[in-house]
């Protein structure tokens, strides 16, 4: 299935029904009052929700949603059947923003979780409701009130309590694969991740947490260099990164400064979540490079890397276990 992490949709609620404007014409009653029914309201606009989907790819399809108008009002009051609302179904984690303004509507982060984001229009009152002791043929009734309409953006953002940043192809999807269920696509060779993807990490029996693997950032990123540029926003929710730098790079300490001057240019508050960093492919290293790598320290914090290896699962252990430990703190 294709990854479809933005779309725009139009929305489109209900009118309400036109109120009727009639007056009772029975046998033996020669001077009937007014008898005009109310509209009915028109249909909502509902986003829900759906753990069991994981894109939007359907909205670059079908972009039009309009929910049912109100029925209008009938004689001997009849009141007009209220329009059918229609319920747009997404991914957890979707944000609906209104495209004109740029505001945020809704904000889905559980399953289930709905919203009316188009509220339909109230009916029109019939004539019976206007009939007064000094005007008791009241001629004229209320017509509909139209339903709210919106241009949306919507904007999937995964949920995941860890989200792996590093270079294209420093090891990330095979993480991923080692330390969780998850079976990312891997090849040797740049942007083998094209789209996200989702692991569950389990600890323990009801111990677990979520990993996302983006695809890998280059200089440049943040002014959408590559591809890494477009899931960017998918750490955003994260509660921990963990970066994956390259033990057979030139200069390691650049690749480190790189990649958070791309989250810093991107979103500044990612530059302030706690983190670990990691060096990964020791297998592919001689005792020499080990040595420096072992010795050497990231950030203002002097942080001291964790050398792992998927290949050879060097340390992945430890490391699951860091990652949980430092949520436990999170929390």
């Known amino acids: 299935m294709k990854f479809i992490d933005i779309a725009e949709i139009y929305v489109k609620a209900g009118n309400g029904g036109v109120g009727h404007s009639s007056f009772r ?9 007014p008898d005009g029914g109310d509209g009915g309201k028109g249909g909502d606009v509902i986003i829900q929700a759906n753990r069991n989907l994981n894109t939007l790819l ?30 747009i179904k997404v991914p957890v984690g979707t944000i609906v923003y209104n495209e004109e303004n740029g505001e945020i509507l809704a904000d889905l982060t559980e399953d289930k979780q ?71 696509k891997i090849a040797d060779y740049p942007f083998t991740t094209l789209v996200p993807n989702l692991g569950i990490v389990k600890i323990d029996e009801f111990k677990s947490y979520s990993v996302a693997d983006v695809p890998g950032l280059i200089e440049g990123a943040s002014f959408g260099k590559g591809l890494g540029y477009q899931f960017l926003r998918h750490i955003e929710r994260t509660k921990i990164l963990v970066f994956l730098l390259d033990a057979t790079s030139n200069n390691i300490q650049k690749d480190y400064d790189i990649l958070m001057n791309e989250l810093q240019t991107f979103n500044s508050e990612l530059t302030y979540k706690k983190n670990i960093i990691c060096i990964s492919k020791i297998d592919a290293v001689d005792e020499e490079q080990i040595k420096f790598l072992e010795q050497i320290t990231f950030g203002d914090m002097k942080v001291k890397p964790l050398l ?24």
């Not at 109100?70 to 007009?80: A, P, S």
């Not at 000094?134 to 995941?160: D, H, M, V």
């Open 58 to 87: 359907d909205y670059k399809f079908k972009r039009k949603f309009i929910a049912e108008n109100g029925g209008n009002g009938g004689k001997k009051k009849q009141t007009g059947k209220n329009g059918s609302s229609i319920k």
């Open 114 to 184: 709905k919203v009316i984001i188009a509220k339909g229009g109230l009916g029109g009152l019939g004539n019976a409701n206007f009939a007064t002791p000094t005007n008791r043929s009241p001629r004229y009734a209320q017509p509909g009130i139209p339903g709210e309409e919106f241009f949306l953006r919507l904007e999937l953002k995964l949920l995941a309590d860890v989200g792996l940043v590093g270079f294209p192809n420093v090891g990330k999807s095979t993480l991923i694969s080692v330390i969780s269920a998850a079976k990312p």
């Open 25 to 33: 014409r029975e046998k033996y009653v020669p001077k009937g009052g």
């Open 308 to 331: 792992i290896s998927a290949v050879t699962n060097l340390n992945t252990e430890s490391l699951k276990f860091k990652i949980w430990e430092l949520l436990q703190k999170q929390e």
